[in-house]
C-alpha cells in the first residue's frame, strides 16, 4: 500500500453527530466504520447523514455479519448505495453464507472485510483456535479485506506471511483497548481502526492527526 | 415446557408491515424474532411498532452478535424496552465478550440466546467442530436460551441430551430452509422458528395455523 492514511475513525457512539464528526475528520483519516449500536439505534439515517460528510473516505458497515447467506445478503441490500466494505464473520463459512456474500458483493461492487479474530480476551477460546481453517477460508473467498487484532499483533503477523499481500488488514484494538499507535502496522496491517480515542475526545480532529504522528514515528523505528 | 404454543414468527423482511402482522399473528405464535435486515433498515423505530402490537408475545431480537462485550452491551442498550430476548453468537466467547454482554442483560431482566450451531451447510466448517467447547460456555455461562439448527436435529437431541431441561431450545430452518414442522420438538426443541413460510403466505395467519396443527401431529406421531 501506499504511504496516504492509516486511519480508521470507528464511530460507534450512537450519541455522537455522525455527520459533523465526519466532516471535521475527513481529510485525517482514509475511512469510517460504522457499528452496530449507531446503526441500530439510529438505521439506515445515519448512513445516508454519513455518506453526505464523508466525501470519498471508505465508508465501512460493522456489523460483523454472521448470519447464513440469504440473511446477510438481505442486509447487504439495506446497506448497498451507503457503504463502501462490509465486515462479515469467517466463522459462519463458505458453504450457503459466505459464498453467496461475496458473490452479492462482487456484482454490486462492494468490498467484503472478514474477521479473522478479534481483539478481546475471548477470541482465544473460539476464534484462534481456528485460525488455520481461517486462513484456508480467505485464500478461498479472497476477500478485499481481513479485520484482526492490534492487541495481538503475532496474529497479524501471521496473516501477513501466510496470505501475502492481496489481502488489506484492518487492525482495531488501538487505543483504549490496549495496543499502541503504529504497532499493527508495523505488524504487517494496512489501517489501524481507533474509536474512544477519536470519538471521545474534546477536539478528535486533533486526537486523530495525534494518531497519524504517533502511526508515523512508529513505522520509523519498526522499519529502522 | 407446557403445551403452548411452540411457534416462533421470524419477521426478516425489510418490506413488511411489523405492526399489522404481528397484530394478526400473536394469539397463534408465542413470539416474534426480528433480524437484522429489517433492524438496519428500519432502525429502533420497527422494535417500537412490534412492542406496541405484539402485546405479550416474546420480541427476540436476532442480531446474532457477534462483537466486543462493550460493544455488544452498547446494542442491548439500544434494544432495551422493546425486546425480551437478544440472541449472540457462541463463538466470540466468554472473556470480554459474553461475560459482559450476560451480566448486564441479567442486571436489565432480558433475556439471552445463543446460537450453538447454524442450520446452513456452512456451519459444519466452524461452528460443529466446536459443539463440545460451546456447550462448555453453555454451561458456565447459563443463558436462558440456545439456538440450534432443525436442519440438524441430531445437533438438537444432542445439546439437550448433554445440557438438560434448563435451557429452551429455539429451532430456525423450518420450512423454506427445509425442516419439516415437529421434527425440531420431537428432537428436543421447545420452540420452531418459521420465516418465509408465514410472512411471505397470502395469509400468514393461516400459514402459521396450519404449521401449528403440523407440529402437534408430529409431536404426537414422535412420542407414540
Redesign the interface.
Known amino acids: 500500500m501506499g504511504e496516504g492514511p492509516r486511519l480508521i475513525a470507528a464511530l ?1 457512539n ?1 450519541r455522537a453527530q455522525l455527520g459533523p464528526l465526519a466532516g471535521s475528520l475527513r481529510d485525517v483519516v482514509v475511512g469510517f466504520k460504522v ?3 449507531v ?7 445515519a448512513l445516508r447523514e454519513l455518506r453526505d460528510a464523508a466525501g470519498d473516505s471508505l465508508i465501512i458497515a460493522d ?7 440469504d ?1 446477510m445478503v ?2 447487504a ?3 448497498k448505495g451507503y457503504v463502501d466494505v462490509v465486515i462479515a ?11 453467496k456474500l461475496k458473490e452479492y458483493l462482487d456484482r454490486e461492487g462492494l468490498k467484503l472485510a472478514l474477521v479473522t479474530s ?10 484462534d ?2 485460525l488455520i ?2 486462513e484456508s ?1 480467505v485464500a478461498r473467498l479472497r476477500p478485499w479485506g481481513l479485520v484482526a487484532p492490534a492487541t495481538r499483533p503475532w496474529i497479524v503477523r501471521r496473516l501477513r506471511d501466510d496470505l501475502g499481500s492481496e489481502f488489506r488488514i484492518l487492525a482495531p484494538g488501538i487505543g483504549t ?1 490496549g495496543a499502541v499507535p503504529g504497532s499493527a502496522l508495523c505488524a504487517g496491517a494496512d489501517y489501524e481502526i481507533v474509536g474512544r480515542s477519536i470519538v471521545e475526545a474534546t477536539n478528535p480532529r486533533v486526537a486523530a492527526e495525534e494518531l497519524l504522528r504517533a502511526q508515523e514515528e512508529a513505522i520509523k523505528r519498526c522499519r529502522a
Open positions: 460507534d450512537p457499528g452496530m449500536p446503526l441500530v439505534a439510529k438505521g439506515i439515517g456489523l460483523k455479519l454472521a448470519d447464513i447467506g440473511v438481505r442486509t441490500e439495506v446497506l464473520h469467517s466463522f459462519v463459512g463458505h458453504a450457503g453464507a459466505l459464498d478479534m481483539s478481546h480476551e475471548g477470541s482465544y477460546e473460539f476464534y483456535r481456528e481453517s481461517v477460508l483497548q
